[in-house]
């Protein structure tokens, strides 16, 4: 009887893992799990973009106007123009044309504010919040596709780490300039 030797099985290799073996000889200073992780970071970052872009595509919408509309639903659909804008990182003439593209399609409809009759609130319409969901569903089956592999407490994990990751990277955006 043959005796049964543990089988170490390698993992599987990614594109990742051939594009660090290619590097570490030209950079011997090299992290392989900093680059692997970065990398690997990076192309998920950059599927999924294309996996929103299209799925906006298909749906009618462009980039931007889903943009709007995503933060417009994230904040109960309704908010302020300046609301928007400042979410959004835009000048005040950008969210101007951005929205009234938005109400000639019906997405969404501005109503003179309850609290300042001077000022407009921006309403996610029906139409609106329908095409911003189809577009979202897109984005969100592929995110769970490729994220289902994980188990729920390797999810968790992994955006914890990245949680403490990104937190080094906003406190150093909090700096004053000149610290």
């Known amino acids: ?28 200073d090299l992290d392989p799990d900093i680059e692997a992780a970065v990398t690997r970071m990076s192309r998920l970052t950059r599927h999924l973009g294309r996996v929103r872009e ?15 509309l995503h933060v417009l639903a994230g904040r109960g659909g309704h908010a302020a ?9 835009l000048a005040p003439a950008s969210i101007s ?6 109400e000639r399609r019906g997405f ?6 309850t609290e300042d009759r001077r000022k407009v609130d921006i309403v996610l ?20 596709r490729l994220l289902g592999v994980l188990s729920e ?16 990277q906003e406190a150093e955006r909090q700096q004053p300039a000149g610290h």
């Open 1 to 28: 009887m043959a005796e049964h030797l543990p089988q170490h099985d390698t993992p599987p290799r990614d594109w990742t893992d051939g594009h660090v073996d290619r590097w570490q000889p030209v950079l011997p």
């Open 97 to 102: 044309g951005r929205l009234e593209a938005l």
């Open 125 to 144: 319409t029906d139409a609106g919040r329908a095409a911003w969901q189809e577009a979202l569903d897109v984005v969100g089956r592929e995110e769970r």
């Open 153 to 168: 407490e390797e999810r968790r994990l992994l955006s914890g780490l990245l949680r403490k990751v990104m937190l080094v």
């Open 108 to 113: 969404v409809v501005r109503n003179p504010s």
């Open 54 to 68: 299209q799925g906006v595509a298909d749906y009618g919408l462009h980039k931007h106007e889903f943009d709007t």
């Open 81 to 89: 123009p300046s609301d928007l804008r400042a979410d959004l990182n």
